[in-house]
Nanobody, 125 residues
């Protein structure tokens, strides 16, 4: 079992930056690939970014490529999402997730085994 807790969300203006954190506890953090997903009101949850256990494999959704950066610190059992040049369309609840498929990264929610409770990001225009 892995417990995931997101933090760092908030209300910002368009063009601002935020850094989300996802703290993991329980099982060994390096056993998992990690991902960020988001869900806007009235929309399905969608993939944002993912990172393998080593940090060597990273993927982004096209909508955030060049603006968001995913990273992880395995010594702190924590994953991050640096979000720059935020847009109102980025408004959503952001979730972190852990996948037992540690050596790869997946865009599919079905490949993630544990989820956090989410943190709200609101970007005003």
């Amino acid at each position: 079992q892995v417990q995931l807790v997101e933090s760092g969300g908030g209300l910002v203006q368009a063009g601002d930056s935020l850094r989300l954190s996802c703290a993991a506890s329980g099982r060994t953090f390096i056993n998992y690939a990690m991902g960020w997903f988001r869900q806007a009101p009235g929309k399905e949850r969608e993939f944002v970014a993912a990172i393998s256990w080593s940090g060597l494999i990273i993927r982004y959704a096209d909508s955030v490529k060049g603006r968001f950066t995913i990273s992880r610190d395995n010594t702190k059992n924590t994953m991050y999402l640096q979000m720059n040049s935020l847009e109102p369309e980025d408004t959503a609840v952001y979730y972190c997730a852990a996948s037992k498929l540690r050596a790869s990264v997946s865009l599919s929610m079905t490949n993630y085994d544990y989820w956090g409770q989410g943190t709200q990001v609101t970007v005003s225009s």
